[in-house]
């Protein structure tokens, strides 16, 4: 009996493989076109109907990206804005949603409930106060003012409380009961069990503050300040677009978040099912 129910089981597996391997092409097409059109000529580029293979692959996009505009110092500006981001992510979330999760002091779920609403108010609704605040404060047209709004998120707080609701507080109370403190269990026991969770919201991040071109464009305009999507942008203009260049550029932004997801995939269903466990 037992060997009929894992026969079906691997039937089941393998008929749900059947059905994502197509939906996994679809997913990865648009990163396969881009891929090809950054090897592609720009006569190839802009042909009526467009060729799906280059007839004859050149490198003149990345050596255009890389030699005639300032890529490498807007590559740089994204590695930087990325990494404090990611790092106060960690350290700010983990501790406020483990606080929310833990402690219990006065307008504890009140304080929670109004970090949530927040999710609700639309980016937009912000750029301008937070563009006269940051004026007030030095920050417009320097690097400071794309990563301060990355320092901490809602979405990151809520995150991190509901992994940490799912830990056994009786791993706490024994470490308490040892001789640790608060920080201590927290730093010692807590976090190194929400690997998956950070490693879902070091994800998140990441490709957030990666990706991130609106507010930029607001806050930022000397060119060795832009950041990768801000230089991408030049790229395309009004009248013109230099596909390859584009495409090529975009390639290069786009290849550390695929290594980065990949080292992270597998905590993801960890991180969605603890998290969905308590309110």
């Known amino acids: 009996m037992s060997g009929a129910t894992a026969g079906a089981g691997r039937d089941r597996r393998r008929l ?18 881009m891929l090809l059109t950054s090897l592609m000529p720009d006569a190839d580029i802009n042909r009526l109907p467009p060729r799906l293979w280059p007839d004859h692959a050149t490198l003149g996009g990345y050596r255009k990206v890389l ?23 960690v350290v700010l979330c983990s501790l406020a949603g483990y606080g929310f999760a833990r402690l219990r002091f006065a307008g504890s779920r009140l304080g929670f409930l109004a970090v949530m609403v927040t999710i609700m108010i639309p980016v937009q609704l912000l750029m301008i106060p937070t563009f006269l605040m940051f004026r007030m404060m030095g920050l417009i047209d320097t690097l400071g003012a794309a990563f301060v709004p990355w320092l901490a998120s809602a979405f990151g707080i809520f995150l991190m ?3 940490f609701l799912s ?55 000397s060119e060795n ?7 991408l942008s030049t790229f395309s203009g009004t009248r013109h677009t230099e596909w390859s260049s584009l495409m090529a ?14 080292f992270a995939q597998r905590h993801f269903v960890a991180t969605m099912s603890f998290s969905g466990l308590k309110g």
């Open 225 to 231: 300040q832009f950041t990768l999507q801000m230089g």
């Open 161 to 163: 409380r509901q992994f």
């Open 16 to 33: 749900l493989h059947l059905f994502l391997l197509p939906v996994a092409l679809l997913f990865a097409a648009p990163l396969v076109w």
């Open 67 to 89: 030699t005639e505009n300032d890529y490498p110092r807007w590559f740089l500006n994204t590695v930087i804005v990325a990494a404090v981001a990611v790092a106060s992510h």
């Open 167 to 221: 830990v056994p507080p009786e791993l706490e109370e024994a470490a308490r009961i040892d001789g640790c403190g608060r920080l201590g269990v927290f730093f010692r026991i807590v976090l190194p069990l929400a690997r998956p969770a950070v490693a879902t919201l070091v994800v998140f991040t990441l490709l957030g503050s990666w990706n991130d071109l609106i507010w930029p464009l607001i806050a930022i305009n």
């Open 249 to 262: 550029g975009n390639t290069l932004a786009t290849a550390p978040l695929l290594v980065a997801f990949l």
